[in-house]
């Protein structure tokens, strides 16, 4: 069974930079998908990057809204990353990261991925 874990989130000021972690345990070796989504009071949950790990291939992809400020990725054992840089107020949320273990993953929005961590807070302020 797939299992999350995020670290990493805090408080920082404009324009700085915070990076998140995220054990992941119980995924396979290929055909699956993960990322992170995040989650503002009053507002809509939103996708932020993604790795789909698929047998043609792997590939990454973000959010127009942290393109060129956020990198995601994942190291040998599993440890999903997501470095953001740029901070600005507007990313201020709780951020989850997400997995989706079949081989469909990638159709599915991260926010539609059927499992997810506790989730750590990011407060930027300016």
């Known amino acids: 069974q797939v299992q999350l874990a995020e670290s990493g989130g805090g408080s920082v000021q404009s324009g700085g930079s915070l990076r998140l972690s995220c054990a992941a345990s119980g995924l396979p070796t290929i055909d699956y998908c993960v990322g992170w989504f995040r989650q503002a009071p009053g507002k809509e949950r939103e996708g932020v990057a993604r790795i789909n790990n698929l047998r043609n291939g792997l590939t990454t992809s973000y959010a127009d809204s942290v393109k060129g400020r956020f990198v995601i990725s994942r190291d040998a054992k599993n440890t999903l990353f997501l470095q953001m840089n740029d901070l600005n107020t507007e990313d201020t949320a709780t951020y989850y990261c997400?997995?989706?273990?079949?081989?469909?993953?990638?159709?599915?929005?991260?926010?539609?991925?059927?499992?997810w961590g506790q989730g750590t807070q990011v407060t930027v302020s300016s």
């Open positions: 997400a997995a989706d273990v079949s081989w469909s993953c990638a159709a599915r929005a991260v926010i539609n991925f059927n499992r």
